[in-house]
């Protein structure tokens, strides 16, 4: 048996809607929970964790920044930081409630652990069968919820569990015995690209109460592959999925959404000095998931979001090395809401640096989610495509608003830039000057050297030294200004050539989203020409049949009618009524085959008259005994005139009235 990870919708729609692109980009939550650590006292030296303004700020000698007094440190942003003091209250306050809500508004969302080993990761999201993690605590408020809205909103719901773990690079199902467990084989559809499971056993719960045994199953560190003991470090990654499917009939509304659950074994590696009794090939395999999610994270950082979600090309190679992270593929750029809570003990330096340095990569991964809402018939979808466009109509308006804003603003610049010219006027204003300015000292140089030559030690020697140092200082100043117009010149012309450009790139943007507009528009009126037809046949159906059903009512009440006649009839003589009948309901009713009727429900194209309907020769004896019994000339089919006409006996349509 197949399993699809993702659900799909259950009615199939005859006629195929035009797909439009409803995701909207969402970044993936990194929540940081510290570890209380017995005896150690907290000095912050190196990490100094704040709840108040969700950041770790990381001091040491070799980091990336430096400040004045040559300490070196560097922040991490999260969304939400628990400092050690935090207890599990806390973190499901935080975390329960509006996951809850996106899973019932039809968002996939996903919950998932990181961290070095005995971080506390199982701690925080399974729990223990003693205390509640997130895991018992989400799916009681889910159920709650979930009944408590098919009270109130006449919301049917139904959901499944599935739970497996991931142990050596093998997918095993949790929900079977320890013993009878066997790898399964994890594939996407070709079609859709979902993930499936082959031969994965999901179960279908109708309560918290049903849930309970499942929950204890996957809580219980003796029921996984790998489990070496108590205090041993977990070697598996679990995965708890729960499928939720709501249907409100009042509104035709079908939602289907999941709830992914994740808890990872430790990030930091498996090796030889402690894991003595694990081969290499084994300690490889082990250590292969947790890099491959590395590595993951780390690509999907850096490429553009557009790149790796579309569709089939986004099955990259990348979420191929591992089985889990073809698991993560939806949480990890796909069509999930996804949290992630990092675990860690502040005082071992390079587990939690490389964690913190994790959650800052996958911080930066944008998802794009959609809620997976869908009509529950072929109206209500097309009900919903047209309130989807109409929703990315006004948001294309308003984005062409915005850039005509721009746009205009752009030309603004461009006018200021009429004061280019000014510049220029100013510039040829100044080169005038300048060599007047020019002209003026090589004629007092020429007066300097005639002074020189015929009065070498003259007083005016002085003074026209004075004038020309003047006149120099002026020269160079304005060589300067010079200097600093062309400069602010040519800025002025680089920008706006760049300007130029934006506004051409807009232009073209604008009249593409104009297209783009004007071609939703066609397909809208499109829809809904195929609507109004569509609800016009509809009708004519409906008074099809109506009219069927009264025609039914009236032939039923004749034939009623004829049957009352007859018992009324004294017992008919011999010779005249058919032995082998009797009956003349019988009879009409084989006959006539009102299957066939102009008004049956499923009528022949071509209407059979009437007159060609056959009763058999007896019913008509019958018939003339129930009137005066007067021999009449047999006639082969049916002769309603022959019969009594009550109030309630059909006319036939070719009789006229
Ligand atoms: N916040 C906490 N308060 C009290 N005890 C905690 C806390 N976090 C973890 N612990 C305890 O620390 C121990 C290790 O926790 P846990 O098993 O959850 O670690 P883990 O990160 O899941 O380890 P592994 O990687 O091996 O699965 C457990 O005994 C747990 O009860």
Request: hydrophobic share 30%; net charge neutral.
């Amino acid at each position: 048996m197949h399993w699809n990870l993702i659900s799909k919708e259950q009615t199939a729609s005859p006629v195929p809607l035009p797909t439009i692109d409803n995701t909207e980009p969402c970044h993936i939550d990194v929540l940081l929970r510290t570890i209380p650590e017995k005896g150690l006292p907290n000095d912050e030296s190196t990490f100094k964790a704040s709840s108040s303004d969700n950041t770790v700020l990381f001091r040491t000698s070799n980091g990336p920044s430096q400040n004045t007094t040559g300490d070196t440190h560097s922040t991490f942003q999260f969304d939400k930081v628990f400092d050690a003091n935090a207890t599990q209250k806390d973190v499901q306050d935080f975390l329960l409630d509006p996951t809850i809500n996106d899973v019932l508004r039809g968002y996939n969302n996903t919950i998932l652990t990181y961290g070095p080993s005995f971080s506390g990761k199982s701690y925080s999201l399974i729990g223990s069968q003693d205390g509640g993690g997130i895991l018992p605590n989400i799916c009681k408020a889910l159920f709650s919820t979930l009944e408590d809205r098919e009270k109130t909103k006449g919301n049917n719901f139904s959901v499944c569990v599935l739970a497996f773990e991931i142990y050596m690079e093998k997918t095993y199902d949790l929900l079977v015995p320890l013993p009878e467990r066997k790898p399964l084989k994890l594939h996407r559809s070709s079609s859709t690209m979902d993930l499936e499971i082959k031969d994965i056993r999901p179960a279908h719960v109708n309560s918290f109460e049903d849930l309970k045994s499942y929950i204890q199953s996957v809580q219980n560190p003796g029921n996984r592959m790998g489990y070496s003991g108590k205090a041993e470090r977990s070697r598996s990654h679990v995965v708890f999925q729960l499928h939720v499917e709501q249907r409100n009939r009042r509104h035709d509304i079908l939602k289907n959404s999941s709830l992914y659950l994740i808890d990872l074994h430790g990030a930091d590696k498996f090796d030889k000095r402690i894991e003595n009794t694990l081969s290499q090939d084994a300690l490889k395999k082990l250590n292969q998931s947790i890099e491959a999610l590395k590595n993951t994270v780390q690509s999907l950082e850096t490429k553009s979001l557009d790149a790796v979600y579309s569709a089939k090309a986004s099955h990259s190679s990348t979420y191929r090395e591992s089985q889990l992270t073809e698991v993560l593929k939806d949480s990890l750029g796909g069509n999930r809401k996804t949290k992630v809570i990092l675990t860690c003990f502040l005082s071992n330096v390079p587990t939690t640096l490389s964690t913190l340095k994790f959650g800052d990569s996958i911080r930066q991964i944008n998802n794009r989610v959609m809620d997976n809402t869908s009509g529950l018939n072929l109206k209500k979808k097309m009900d919903l495509f047209v309130q989807d466009m109409k929703i990315k109509d006004d948001n294309y308006i308003s984005q062409i608003n915005i850039l005509k804003a721009e746009v205009d603003i752009l030309k603004g610049h461009n006018s200021e830039s009429d004061s280019k010219e000014d510049m220029a006027t100013k510039f040829d204003d100044s080169k005038k000057e300048n060599t007047k300015l020019k002209l003026q000292l090589d004629s007092i140089a020429q007066l300097l050297g005639k002074l020189t030559n015929e009065e070498p030690n003259n007083n005016i020697n002085d003074e026209v030294s004075v004038i020309l140092m003047k006149r120099c200082e002026q020269i160079a100043q304005l060589e300067l200004s010079f200097d600093r117009q062309v400069n602010a010149n040519s800025k002025l012309e680089k920008e706006l050539e760049y300007k130029k450009s934006k506004e051409e790139a807009l232009e073209s943007m604008n009249v593409k989203l104009l297209e783009q507009i004007q071609l939703q528009e066609r397909e809208i009126q499109e829809l809904l020409t195929t609507n109004a037809i569509l609800k016009g046949e509809l009708e004519t159906h409906t008074k099809l049949t109506e009219t069927c059903n009264e025609r039914i009512k009236s032939l039923e009440g004749s034939v009623k009618e004829l049957g009352i006649n007859k018992s009324a009839t004294p017992s008919p003589r011999k010779g005249s009524v058919s032995s082998s009948s009797g009956n003349t309901m019988s009879h009409i009713e084989e006959g006539s085959e009102l299957s066939n009727s102009p008004w049956s429900l499923n009528a022949p194209s071509k209407p059979v008259g009437w007159g060609v309907r056959k009763v058999s020769s007896s019913s008509i004896a019958t018939m003339g005994s129930q009137e005066s019994f007067t021999p009449r000339p047999f006639k082969k089919g049916l002769n309603l005139h022959s019969i009594k006409v009550t109030p309630n006996t059909p006319k036939s349509p070719d009789s006229g009235n």
